[in-house]
Nanobody, 123 residues
Framework: QVQFIESGGALVQPGGSLRLSCAAS????????IAWFRQAPGKEREGVSCISSSDGNTYYADSVKGRFTISRDNARNTVYLQMNTLNPADTAVYYC????????????????WGQGTQVTVSS
């Protein structure tokens, strides 16, 4: 069974950091581009970051550039999102997703999705 298991979401104060993990089971991540998306209450889901399967190229939304870092550990079949200098605007449910198309922020291109993990930034 193809499955993503996300973890790492929590309540954190503004300026704090979190690391989200996305562990795949039932398939090997090596051949997939992986992205993180997020959906805040009352807003549409948006792409946050993605990483290619082959050369490890990374892409970021302007709103998180310089603060978030996406990485992958194919040996552990896991992708990470390190989030620093968090602010309340980062509050959302974060989802990881996989595609064979290539690194893209277009959610329609993604075949497999995790269940989401809640990140809340608040004092």
């Amino acid at each position: 069974q193809v499955q993503f298991i996300e973890s790492g979401g929590a309540l954190v104060q503004p300026g704090g950091s979190l690391r989200l993990s996305c562990a795949a089971s039932g398939f090997t991540l090596d051949y997939y581009a992986i992205a993180w998306f997020r959906q805040a209450p009352g807003k549409e889901r948006e792409g946050v970051s993605c990483i290619s399967s082959s050369d490890g190229n990374t892409y970021y939304a302007d709103s998180v550039k310089g603060r978030f870092t996406i990485s992958r550990d194919n040996a552990r079949n896991t992708v990470y999102l390190q989030m620093n200098t968090l602010n309340p605007a980062d509050t959302a449910v974060y989802y990881c997703a996989a595609t064979t198309i290539g690194a893209t922020m277009l959610e329609d291109e993604y075949d497999y999705w995790g269940q989401g993990t809640q990140v809340t930034v608040s004092s």
